[in-house]
């Protein structure tokens, strides 16, 4: 069974970077990729990014501009969302999601953490 757990959510404003990360406890080979997910108020979850454990492949949403990077540590099970430039409209709960492998979409993700706020005021 794997756990998954965020940290790193708070308020910031607008321009400033935040990091993200996230603990996948007991996680297997056959986990291998991990991805990170947000819900603003009132919106749908939407795919920001994901990345193989393994080879570190990596896919991201294009409305990220180039603001946002993912990463990895396989030796701590643990990934990363670097967030630069934030937006106001960047603000929303962001969670991150174990699966089996590469996806954009949440339902091919079978782990999930409880999520972290991210607010960005203007």
């Known amino acids: 069974q794997v756990q998954v757990a965020e940290s790193g959510g708070r308020l910031v404003q607008a321009g400033d970077s935040l990091r993200l990360s996230c603990t996948a406890s007991?996680?297997?080979?056959?986990?291998?990729?991990v991805a990170w997910f947000r819900q603003a108020p009132g919106k749908e979850l939407v795919f920001v990014a994901a990345i193989t454990w393994s080879g570190g492949v990596i896919y991201y949403i294009d409305f990220l501009e180039g603001r946002f990077t993912i990463s990895r540590d396989t030796a701590k099970n643990t990934a990363y969302l670097q967030m630069n430039s934030l937006k106001p409209e960047d603000t929303a709960v962001y969670y991150c999601a174990v699966g089996a492998a590469l996806s954009l979409r949440s339902r091919d993700f079978g782990y999930w953490g409880l999520g972290t706020q991210v607010t960005v005021s203007s």
């Open positions: 007991g996680r297997t080979a056959s986990s291998d990729a």
